[in-house]
């Protein structure tokens, strides 16, 4: 079994590398959902469920004190501003590119996007 990040969200695999479960961010913060992932991946315990270990990992979040998860959002929000700031960046440079060229960075700079 192997835990990672697929397209943007934590993910169980299997031994044939196909996906046994998503923990998907829904409604939580990136910061949340970042910290949550984390805890996963450093504390997960194969005889619970995905449920239960993610429940462990919102007990982790939401035991933190409000200036940690401030701390931890301010921080992820300085990562979302960077990653716009880049993507808009790359886009300026595009403006003289072809429009193949263009719409293939176009789509990949959604995706990142997405992932922010």
Same mark, same amino acid.
């Given at each position: ?6 397209? @943007? ?6 031994? !044939? @590398? ?5 923990? !998907?961010? @829904? ?52 990562? +979302? ?14 403006? @003289? ?17 997405? +992932?922010?």
């Amino acid at each position: 079994m192997e835990i990672s990040v697929h397209e @943007g969200e934590l993910t169980i695999f299997d031994e !044939e @590398g196909q996906i046994k479960h998503v923990f !998907e961010r @829904g409604d939580l913060s990136r910061a949340a959902y970042q910290h949550m992932c984390s805890h996963i991946k450093m504390n997960f315990d194969s005889k619970l469920t995905p449920g239960e270990n993610w429940s462990k990992a919102e007990a982790a979040w939401d035991s933190l004190t409000y200036d940690q998860q401030i701390y931890l959002w301010n921080m992820s929000f300085q990562e +979302e501003k960077e990653v716009q700031s880049i993507c808009e960046n790359i886009l300026v440079l595009l403006q @003289g590119a072809k429009e193949s060229v263009r719409s293939v960075f176009i789509r990949a700079i959604d995706k990142v996007m997405k +992932e922010f």
